[in-house]
């Protein structure tokens, strides 16, 4: 279990979209974690990676929670809902990263987030779960169809459990911060490479998502209980798993049987396996990953 099931999380209002199935990929400066990769490695290498993404194949996205007639996840009150349900953990998960940002970056926006059911248009392209979680900077959504866990799972070995899941929200809450903080205007994109911006721009979301899990007991519901649990090693151990398992050089392992870094855009295992620790074990102001020669 990562949230106490005592803790409130019936203020999550998170909708779910979707229903409808397409092979659109995102684009328009979207920036996001895992499937996204697979497609862009395709594009930049020339090896069609489209196998890896699992599209028709079951891992097409089943609905783990029900919405209500406004569209929004629902039976999702309690964080024991959210410990039995992806979509309520999903969901849950933005009250203790907006709590957080709050207290950490003056006149913080809360973004948007969406619950994608199997595909829905989004201002950056069309969300769905052959895509991945990713984050649209027009609108400021963070666009996440459950169904990437199991993607993650299956298709690119890692645990994916409750923690990597909070991981995964919370990279994407990341690149919220870099849009409304001016990050993204001041580093655009300069094309591939391990030292690219486009890397280092993923890098500092992991940084951000390991600083927020090392004070994930200081955010509380509205009777001061916390949100979550203290997390175990096990599960920091498997969400640095979840961050290694999305590295660039391990795709291009997996399925080419060759890296090619200058072809990379969202970094190494070991840099975000790296990037994730710093954040974890020293907080934000080690996460300045435009700040070093080598990230």
């Not at 151990?237 to 590295?247: E, I, K, Q, W």
């Amino acid at each position: 279990m990562t949230f106490n099931p005592d803790a409130d999380v019936s203020d999550n209002k998170v909708q779910r979209r979707g229903g409808g199935r397409t092979a659109a990929i995102a684009g328009g400066g979207v920036v996001g974690l895992g499937a996204v990769v697979v497609l862009l490695i395709s594009a930049f290498t020339g090896v069609d990676l489209s196998g890896l993404l699992g599209g028709g194949t079951g891992t097409q996205a089943q609905p783990q929670a029900t919405t209500s007639s406004e569209g929004y996840v629902k039976n999702c009150k309690t964080g024991a809902d959210a410990n039995k349900d992806v979509d309520c953990r999903v969901a849950s998960t933005k009250l203790a990263l907006n709590q957080y940002w709050t207290k950490h970056v003056k006149g913080y926006v809360e973004p948007g987030q969406v619950s994608v059911d199997v595909a829905t248009a989004t201002p950056c392209g069309t969300a769905s779960n052959d895509v991945g979680p990713f984050y649209c900077p027009s609108d400021q959504t963070v666009y996440i169809d459950p169904t990437f866990f199991q993607v993650l799972k299956q298709q690119f070995g890692a645990e994916a459990g409750d923690l990597a899941q909070v991981y995964v929200v919370a990279h994407e809450y990341g690149h919220h911060i870099q849009n409304i903080t001016g990050t993204m205007s001041k580093y655009p994109n300069n094309g591939t490479g391990p030292t690219s911006n486009g890397v280092r721009t993923e890098l500092q979301a992991d940084c951000y998502a390991g600083a927020f899990i090392a004070d994930l007991t200081d955010q509380k519901d509205k009777n001061g209980v916390a949100y979550f649990k203290k997390p175990t090693e096990a599960q920091i151990t498997d969400a640095l798993n979840a961050a290694a398992a999305v590295g660039d050089d391990h795709i291009q392992q997996q399925s080419a049987g060759y890296t090619n870094p200058e072809s990379w855009t969202h970094g190494s295992s070991a840099q975000r396996e790296k990037w994730f620790a710093s954040g974890y074990k020293y907080g934000l102001g080690k996460c300045d990953t435009f700040a070093v020669a080598t990230p």
